[in-house]
């Protein structure tokens, strides 16, 4: 079940800003929280587009949204509980 970055941190048991902190200190974020493609990604993480409609323009508007893929959580598990056993 692919799930966005909220959801995966939660699912981990720690804060989605303290997610997207460690994905930004690895350069997989930008400071935007765009992704930034690295193979480190591939089959992970990936950006999913999604739009709203937005009134003001009469038109829709799209955004993308960062993903973690079932890989992609068993691989953040992976991570984070290497780094805090440092």
Same mark, same amino acid.
């Given at each position: 079940?692919?799930?966005? /970055?909220?959801?995966?941190?939660?699912?981990?048991?720690?804060? @989605?800003?303290? %997610?997207?902190? $460690?994905?930004?200190?690895?350069? /997989? %974020?930008?400071?935007g929280a765009e %992704?930034? #493609?690295? @193979?480190?990604?591939e089959g992970r993480?990936?950006?999913?587009?999604?739009?709203?409609?937005? @009134?003001?323009?009469?038109?829709?508007?799209?955004?993308? !949204? !960062?993903? !973690?893929t079932e890989a992609?959580?068993?691989? %953040?598990?992976?991570?984070?509980? $290497?780094?805090?056993? #440092?």
């Amino acid at each position: 079940m692919n799930r966005d /970055l909220d959801t995966a941190a939660s699912a981990l048991g720690i804060g @989605p800003r303290i %997610l997207r902190r $460690k994905l930004r200190s690895m350069n /997989l %974020l930008s400071h935007g929280a765009e %992704l930034i #493609a690295s @193979p480190q990604t591939e089959g992970r993480l990936y950006t999913a587009r999604r739009s709203r409609w937005n @009134p003001s323009i009469n038109a829709y508007t799209e955004y993308g !949204v !960062v993903m !973690v893929t079932e890989a992609g959580m068993e691989w %953040l598990a992976r991570i984070l509980t $290497k780094d805090t056993a #440092a």
